[in-house]
């Protein structure tokens, strides 16, 4: 059986892995959510959008982000055609990355739950008059 600083330090790593792709998960988010907001503009015959900031966002993508094609596709398509399945392809991958967030989200808490559990342990068990059990 591993001893309580093994598991500690396993659920510490487990909950920053949990947290950092929660992070991620809702920059892409942020993005697609971005990407639609676009793409009904342009249907809509909104006035000029002006800079998009393309290169601020690739940036962005480099910097730690994941490096899925179905997602990069979706944020910068390689056509200018919008149409409305455009729109609900987007609405639909949205709905995908909602429901994975709040898995990590709920993963993310189960993990936080027992590595408090588990210092909690080891406090007992270091207390004066703590034991086992």
């Known amino acids: 059986m591993p001893t309580p600083d093994v598991v500690i330090a396993t ?7 949990m947290r950092r792709e929660l992070a991620r ?7 697609v959510q971005a990407r639609k907001d676009l793409e009904v503009a342009q249907l809509t015959d909104a006035e000029e959008l002006g800079s998009l900031g393309l290169a601020d966002a690739w940036e962005a993508l480099a910097a730690d982000a994941p490096t899925s ?8 398509p ?3 055609g919008t149409t409305p399945s455009s729109v609900e ?18 993963n993310l808490e189960t993990v936080t739950s027992q590595m408090v559990k ?7 068990e270091s207390a004066p008059g703590g034991s086992r059990g």
Do not use: C, F, N, P
């Open 118 to 124: 588990a210092l909690g342990e080891k406090h007992r």
């Open 25 to 31: 998960v809702r920059w892409w988010r942020r993005l």
């Open 69 to 76: 094609t179905e997602l990069t596709h979706a944020v910068w």
């Open 78 to 80: 390689d056509s200018t």
């Open 11 to 17: 659920l510490r790593h487990s909950r920053q892995e």
């Open 89 to 106: 392809a987007l609405i639909a991958l949205d709905a995908r990355l909602e429901s994975y967030e709040t898995r990590v989200a709920e």
